[in-house]
C-alpha cells in the first residue's frame, strides 16, 4: 500500500530529552524517523526518551514506527548531540 509523506520537523536532542513541538495530527498512522547521530527515540503523548529504556535509532537510517494522532516522538543522544528529523505519513 503507497503511504503520503507529510509534514517534517526537525527536533535537536542532547544529553536531555527533547520532544517534537508538534503531536501526529489526525490520519497519521505512521512517523519515519532519521537520526544525525545514533539516539534514542520514545513515542508517546508525553514523551520522554532515555538511554537505558527507549529503542535505539542509528544515524543516518530511516525507522518507520507506528503512532497514533496526538502523539509525540522524543530523543536523546547516544554520544553526541544531533538532529532527528520526524516525518508523519498517513495512507
Known amino acids: ?3 503520503r509523506l507529510g509534514v517534517s520537523q526537525a527536533v535537536a536532542y542532547t544529553g536531555t530529552s527533547a520532544a517534537s513541538t ?3 495530527p489526525v490520519g497519521v498512522t505512521a512517523v519515519r524517523l532519521v537520526a544525525s547521530t545514533r ?3 520514545e ?3 508525553t514523551p520522554v526518551a532515555v538511554v537505558a529504556t527507549s529503542a535505539c535509532l542509528a544515524a543516518d537510517w530511516p525507522e518507520t514506527f ?3 494522532a496526538g502523539e509525540k516522538v522524543a530523543a536523546i543522544k547516544s554520544a553526541t ?3 532527528l528529523t520526524v516525518t ?3 495512507a
Open 66 to 68: 507506528a503512532i497514533r
Open 81 to 83: 548531540d544531533g538532529t
Open 88 to 90: 508523519w505519513i498517513s
Open 43 to 45: 513515542i508517546a503523548v
Open 1 to 3: 500500500m503507497t503511504k
Open 39 to 41: 539516539c534514542f527515540v
Open 22 to 24: 508538534t503531536a501526529a
